[in-house]
């Protein structure tokens, strides 16, 4: 069971990156070796999924489906794509509704023989912010409510889906990423050293953005997103998350006006002067607020890697550049005129 436990809603917040060279269709490589003419026996749904899978399995290259800088969230497979499923012993998911272009394949796939395995059923989850602020203070009764495997289907807009976001929660997902290989013919000899050698890696970079925020003073820690992507981020490195432009953790989602003018209100009076949104996807209604407001939108990588731009060629340094792009942007907060 996976419980859902009472937290603060957090956000993160932003990377100005540029995201000029970008695969555009098809498996996206990660790092590592190929494996020649024959179909890789493990691909994963995202980019990032597939850096974190292919760094512990010592660079084997796990392909990804969705392409590299590509949003998750509205992208539309292929008939290649229901290919390379169907070529490949398992499939690396995020799940709860992430990729919900891919979930007719992958249903038949897992039918056909292929194994498809969900790291959101692999770590703890926490509720979206709308589900979250949904609650009365002090319910604790509803806020703790335990979340079986198969209540998913029917709780996904109550729950985050955004779970890379928070490198504990990665390093959580390992062992099962481990075992799916193994089953899939890795030699578990082999790919635990690596295993282990990328998780110390991931407790290090972990250590290193709590080191950077720990500067951060209360007044500091206030953020606004595009979307509801950031929580697993603010919840790991104690930043709140006060309010999205779009309602909920889907980019497909719209603004509407009286959320808006909410949400504006909210900005001025905390002295908010940043939206952080998602390089991946359309930011318009962002910008849009922040042009009223005068106030800046940064760009994160939220879901995706970057072809070409060493800030986000792994999850590590996507990561990492992130987290400094993020504090860059609420240290100046305080510093502003």
Known sequence: MILIPNRRRVSYAAIAIGMTSLLAAGCSDTTGPTNGSQPPSILATASIWGNVTSAGLCGEAVPSLIPIGSDPHTWEPSMATRADVNASAAII????????????ILDTAQVDGVRVVELTSAVELLPTLAEHDGHEEGDDEEDEHEYTNDEHAHSESGLDPHIWLDPQRVIDSIPTIIEVAVESGFDRNEIESCAEAYTDSLHELDREIEALFASLTNSERIIVTNHDSLGYFADRYDLTVIGTVLPGADTSSEA?????????????????????????????????LADRLN???IPLLTASLTSGVESGRS???????????????????????
Request: hydrophobic fraction near 40%; aromatic fraction near 2%.
């Open 256 to 288: 509407n006006a009286a959320d808006l003018a909410a949400l504006a209100e909210l900005i001025t009076d905390t002295g908010v002067t940043t939206i952080f949104s998602d390089a991946e996807s359309n930011d318009a209604d962002s910008r849009a």
């Open 315 to 337: 999850y590590i340094d996507l990561m990492r550049t992130n987290a400094t792009t993020i504090h860059t942007a609420l240290q100046s907060v305080t510093q502003s005129p």
């Open 93 to 104: 998911a995020n799940g709860l509704g992430l990729e919900s272009g891919l979930d007719g």
């Open 295 to 297: 106030i800046k939108v």
